[in-house]
């Protein structure tokens, strides 16, 4: 089984039209959405939900007022200021804020009483669903929640179950953006990391960052240079950058209206066009398959 993951330095560089492209075009294949804080490649893959599961990427603290005998020990220690007090008939009220909770549990190993337990709370879900081009491992993330290479991981190990469950011999991850904790969870151990750029000063200089991520978890890589005419200049400093660093840029998609056109149809680019960015695309993934022996 092979895994191909297909990110980028910043955001906004056409990765997850690339993906969908990819999931498009011929071939078995299970695709994987772990750009869980700001997922949207199931708006073009309009996915049927077949397994829905909850996600739990902390704890938080949860204050039993039975047992909390008010010295306000937990009120002292706490630096996220999460605990707050409130004076009710003659006794102070102690209470723990949630969404401040940082889940640390200094307040628990703290209180005289054990009035104060740590708990699991929900930071998201995962699904496995159907898509007319095959499954699709995917979640969301919850509002303010963390933990995101976490769920990251938990994507990329269902996707691989499904895959050899299956019989799939490939496995096509759309990564996280940036280079923190859900690029390094998006990235360990696959195949190889298709880096999706931009003829941009921020493309380049974030696109070096994550290929020195990737770099140092020996990961290989290959790069593709997305609207890569609208700055020519740009778009040729990137590739003698990757030929010194001995990177292969396997792709150069050229800007074309017709991607934002299927986007609004909900479809990827090589659906509905034969043409521009679609036939680059399909070369890309001709490449791409190569280099993977798939």
């Known amino acids: 089984m092979k895994e191909l993951v297909v990110i ?7 990765k997850t039209s690339v993906v969908a492209s990819f999931a498009s075009l011929p071939g078995r294949k299970v695709i994987a959405d772990c750009d869980v804080d700001a997922a949207d ?17 902390g704890v938080t603290a949860i204050l039993d007022q039975k047992k909390c005998d008010g010295s306000g ?13 409130t004076h009710v008939n003659g006794k102070w009220v102690y209470s723990i804020d949630s969404m ?3 889940g640390c549990g200094v307040c628990a190993y703290f209180c005289p009483s054990r009035a104060i337990a740590m ?14 081009h095959g499954p699709l491992v995917h979640a969301r993330l919850g509002i303010a929640e963390e933990s995101s290479g976490k769920l990251v991981t938990r994507v990329r190990t269902e996707a691989q179950r499904v895959a050899k469950d299956g019989g799939f011999d490939l496995i096509v991850v759309d990564g996280s953006p940036g280079i923190g904790c859900p690029v390094i969870a998006s990235i360990t151990g696959v195949d190889l990391a298709l880096i999706v750029t931009e003829p941009t000063l921020s493309g380049q200089h974030d696109l070096k960052r994550v290929a020195e991520v990737a770099s140092g978890l020996k990961v290989g890589t290959a790069v593709c240079i997305n609207k890569w005419d609208i700055n020519l200049e740009a778009a040729q400093s990137i590739q003698e950058w990757c030929h010194g660093k001995g990177i292969p840029v396997v792709g150069l998609i050229p800007y074309d209206d017709a991607v934002t056109a299927a986007q609004v149809m909900g479809l990827s680019v090589v659906e509905c066009s034969d043409g521009g960015a679609a036939s680059c695309i399909i070369d890309l993934w001709t490449r791409v398959s190569g280099m993977l022996g798939a």
């Open 8 to 14: 980028s330095g910043k955001g906004g560089t056409g």
């Open 41 to 57: 490649l199931h708006l073009v893959l309009s996915p049927s939900v077949v397994e829905t599961h909850e996600f739990s990427g």
């Open 73 to 85: 020990k937990c009120l002292e220690v706490c630096r996220f200021e999460a605990v707050s007090r």
């Open 100 to 102: 401040a909770c940082d």
């Open 119 to 132: 708990q699991a709370v929900e930071s998201g879900k995962w699904f496995v669903s159907d898509t007319k």
